[in-house]
């Protein structure tokens, strides 16, 4: 049964993570976001605190609590800044529980294991220029050489770009048979032939580190190939799964940040003689505000139920990032508006919200494609099938293969 009570252990996190963002992202934000610099000791810090591998099992270097933690962990980041919990969303939600998932025990313990102890910092290579959500028309190849591959190409708009120490490629290894022919490998940055270079003049996210990853005859093992050729595009959407559902708990942290700065300021600005919040219309977007986080969060855990339960939650994740992120950008331009010509600068972080929240209705899925998948599970025109590998369920038994 779901219990819509949070654990001790997940009050604790939440308290946790909640001090940290107080402390360490919320007093510099402005000026990161101003300056458009990532600060690398963030992801130091989250590692320190064991929040790298928060649902990662405890035998491949994490902490081993369930999914809807690392809901938690997404949702109070967002409240400092978009960038660090894209950080950990790509990090621990697009790499490691893809290579939990789908990875050899070789490629857990060679990757996994330093990735969930915050050693290493993992990263995501789907996009590129000419193939965002026709993930069929990517032009990256990869041709076997041998007992390697050779890898040639370009992805963008790649998360912790210049941060990240390993990347989850995805190419062609067979052309001519659309998604079928895509193979996904584990690109160490260390290869030969590997180079990255951010992204500037972004609207939103401007503290994080978005950019390019350049692929010029990079010679990768046949071990680091993850599942088998052709598998692909199904190990890219189940990572999908993973990365949508941290994204829909991050918005769920931004309408957070959204509805305690307009309360706050509903309390303090006064015209007419009263409190703005006295004001119906004012009103009105408080309880928009506040409904959608309810109607946003319960969505997100009932996904995080269903990873817990080991059961395929594509619809439900789908669902849930739809509609938080719709959720979130409305919250936050409610918010600018709440605040009046205040909220068009920078004084107050309303404005930043705002940049920050159009870049989740676009990536991992923009809106459209996500309302066409749920008219498609509402006629019955879209089923999801069992996959090869599943993600364990929770709690975690032991899942190595010896």
């Not at 809106?367 to 369920?393: C, F, N, S, V, W």
């Amino acid at each position: 049964m779901m219990n819509f009570e949070l654990t001790e252990e997940q009050q604790s996190v939440k308290k946790l993570v909640r001090k940290f963002v107080d402390k360490e992202i919320i007093p510099n934000i402005q000026e990161w976001d101003r300056q458009g610099h990532f600060e690398p000791s963030i992801l130091k810090k989250l590692a320190e605190l064991q929040l790298m591998g928060v649902c990662i099992p405890e035998e491949y270097g994490g902490v081993g609590m369930d999914y809807n933690t690392l809901a938690i962990v997404c949702e109070e980041l967002e409240r400092g800044d978009t960038a660090y919990r894209t950080a950990v969303s790509v990090h621990t939600g697009l790499n490691s529980m893809t290579l939990l998932q789908w990875g050899s025990e070789e490629q857990k313990q060679k990757y996994l294991v330093p990735q969930a102890q915050g050693k290493q910092v993992g990263a995501f290579g789907l996009t590129e220029p000419n193939a965002g959500s026709d993930v069929a028309a990517m032009n990256s190849t990869a041709i076997r050489d041998g007992d390697s591959y050779i890898l040639n190409g370009s992805k963008t708009w790649i998360s912790l770009c210049d941060a990240a120490d390993n990347f989850l490629i995805f190419a062609k290894t067979e052309h001519d048979i659309g998604h079928k022919g895509i193979t996904a490998f584990i690109v160490e940055r260390s290869f030969p032939g590997v180079e990255s270079k951010a992204i500037k003049g972004k609207l939103g996210i401007r503290a994080g580190n978005t950019g390019e990853v350049f692929l010029s005859d990079v010679r990768v093992p046949v071990s680091n190939r993850l599942g088998e050729e052709g598998e692909g595009f199904k190990i890219a959407m189940s990572a999908l799964d993973n990365g949508r559902f941290t994204v829909a708990a991050g918005a769920v942290g931004l309408i957070q940040a959204s509805l305690e700065a307009s309360l706050k300021y509903c309390h303090e600005r006064k015209t007419f003689g009263k409190e703005i919040g006295k004001h119906q219309l004012v009103q009105q977007m408080i309880a928009n505000m506040s409904a959608n986080l309810e109607i946003s969060r319960l969505l997100v855990f009932k996904a995080g139920w269903l990873k817990n339960q080991g059961k395929r939650n594509t619809k439900e994740t789908s669902l849930a990032k739809w509609i938080s992120c719709n959720a979130a950008f409305e919250a936050a331009n409610d918010a600018v508006q709440i605040h009046g010509a205040y909220g068009y600068s920078d004084e107050y972080p309303v404005e930043r919200f705002l940049r920050n929240s159009k870049a989740p209705v676009i990536y991992e899925g923009t809106r459209e494609i996500h309302t066409i998948m749920q008219g498609e599970y509402a006629l019955g025109y879209r089923e999801d099938k069992p996959l090869r590998k599943q993600l364990p369920a929770w709690p975690f038994e032991e899942v190595s293969v010896h």
